[in-house]
């Protein structure tokens, strides 16, 4: 690939995802592109930056962005946050709305649903707790395959062993034909996807009282971090809880927000802890 035209994708990206792609990575951006480049019937990915130069066709430009981005997730990944959410943080939120009992969380980058169903079968643990209550959870994702396979909840063999524990498995979810399974359309119902992008305005999403963006961050560079940041601390419920990454850092922002505390990548408004404070 010539470098003009890595450079021409990477800028792309970066500008619609926020990705950043360096030119180590020009092995995995061929690797991608390459099923779009066929899907335009063109010969080469020389001639996609051609037609991307030319014509900057508003569909095209969707389908290289989405093939980019990482779409990762696994159920409950990584645990520790899980048991913050259910053991720590619903308490401190069932106590804090208990007049309202309305709870509304929000998964940021929700890639194929695992994150906003592990919150929504945690909920349905703490049923018996939250009787009576309404908890929206809304799960957001630039890629609309990805928002279409969430709302499906449909997951092969692999994806569902990847960190979801077997009495859940059984719990929550119906077997279908071959590998694949399917979450309890209660539980689905839990769980509302849609298309959002981190870079653009979604103050229209509404306030929220806990979000996870987890392991999203790391994918920005540092300027593109603060904004991020930022604009979610805008949304935030003034006693709101944030969830980052346990590898995530919010130093660029570090006036907005405090780690909340002994909890790793869990975070409270700066502002909220100073009201305590006094």
């Given at each position: ?118 919150l929504a079968m945690i909920c349905a643990e703490e049923a018996a707790a939250l009787r009576g209550w309404r908890v929206d959870i809304i799960g957001t994702e630039i890629s609309r395959d990805m928002i279409e ?130």
């Amino acid at each position: 690939m010539k470098p003009e035209d890595f450079d021409l994708f990477a800028q792309l990206v970066k500008h619609r995802s926020g990705l950043v792609l360096t030119r180590e990575k020009a092995y995995l951006l061929e690797s991608r592109l390459l099923p779009v480049v066929r899907k335009y019937n063109l010969k080469a990915l020389e001639d996609m930056a051609q037609a991307v130069r030319a014509n900057r066709q508003e569909d095209m430009l969707r389908d290289i962005t989405e093939a980019l981005v990482t779409n990762d997730s696994s159920f409950f990944r990584d645990w520790r946050p899980f048991i913050h959410f259910q053991k720590t943080i619903l308490p401190r939120m069932h106590s804090a709305r208990a007049a309202k009992k309305h709870l509304r969380i929000w998964s940021a980058g929700a890639s194929s649903g695992q994150e906003a169903y592990s919150l929504a079968m945690i909920c349905a643990e703490e049923a018996a707790a939250l009787r009576g209550w309404r908890v929206d959870i809304i799960g957001t994702e630039i890629s609309r395959d990805m928002i279409e396979r969430a709302q499906g909840g449909i997951y092969t063999q692999f994806e569902v062993q990847r960190g979801l524990p077997i009495t859940m498995l059984v719990k929550y979810f119906e077997q279908m034909p071959g590998d694949k399974w399917q979450i309890k359309e209660d539980i689905r119902q839990m769980a509302q996807f849609r298309e959002g992008n981190l870079l653009q305005d979604f103050g229209p999403i509404g306030t929220f009282d806990i979000i996870f963006c987890r392991n999203v961050l790391a994918y920005f560079d540092a300027p593109t971090q603060a904004k991020v940041l930022d604009a979610l601390g805008g949304v935030m419920a003034p006693d709101g809880v944030l969830f980052l990454g346990a590898a995530e850092s919010i130093s660029s922002v570090d006036a907005k927000f405090r780690p909340m505390g002994g909890l790793q990548g869990i975070f409270t408004l700066a502002a909220a802890q100073e009201k305590q404070a006094v």
